[in-house]
């Protein structure tokens, strides 16, 4: 497997983005999705991105986003995306030829049918997330773990993110499915609602190398 990759999500600020680098983070996400508390503006974002995006890959994080949002995301300077609502196929092809993001397609994984829908979407993403099924409505992570024996015998050709109740806790656990080498927290470095705690993430990302 490929070296452990971690994704810190949620991001609404400049000191946590870099703490979350210097700590050992490859992917920073910020969402854009008025529904969400770790919800950040196109303009503070680009401020953000002026320091970081040497350092890190930024994604940028939608729910079925529209195209003022998608322009607005690549002239700040967004390569990666991740539609985190409920994409059809249609919409990931053309966001994926008009815009030429790199994409990230999440997926709420409840049963082995929900994998299924992954094999056509495969030619048009980057990476997969996988994560546990939204909850009253509203796009998004929950904070909750899905049955991960559901993925026991998933085999396809792109690299996919774990996603969902991740934390410092069962990181290891999640590692040792080996089936992948990436991996998505946003709660579980958080000491309140949206709120991200450098020690947390710190000791996430510590424990997930194996540092301690």
Wanted: charged content about 25%; some cysteine.
């Amino acid at each position: 497997m490929s070296e452990l990759q971690i994704k810190i999500c949620g991001v609404k600020n400049k000191e946590i983005a870099q703490h979350a680098i210097d700590a050992g983070a490859s992917f920073i996400g910020f969402i854009f999705y008025e529904k969400s508390h770790r919800n950040i503006t196109v303009e503070n974002c680009k401020e953000i991105l002026s320091k970081i995006k040497d350092q890190t890959i930024p994604v940028a994080v939608t729910v079925n986003p529209d195209d003022n949002l998608l322009d607005d995301l690549l002239k700040i300077g967004f390569q990666y995306i991740q539609l985190h609502g409920h994409e059809t196929l249609e919409m990931v092809e053309r966001i994926k030829l008009k815009y030429d993001f790199k994409i990230i397609k999440a997926f709420g994984i409840s049963s082995s049918e929900d994998l299924d829908e992954l094999v056509k979407y495969e030619p048009f993403v980057e990476y997969f997330l996988l994560d546990s099924p939204p909850q009253a409505n509203v796009q998004g992570g929950t904070g909750h773990r899905f049955d991960w024996k559901i993925i026991e015998n998933l085999s396809i050709t792109k690299n996919f993110f774990l996603s969902g109740g991740l934390n410092k806790d069962n990181i290891i656990s999640a590692i040792n499915l080996k089936k992948t080498s990436y991996f998505d927290v946003s709660s579980g470095v958080e000491d309140s609602e949206g709120i991200k705690d450098k020690q947390l993430i710190t000791e996430f990302i510590d424990k997930a190398k194996n540092i301690i």
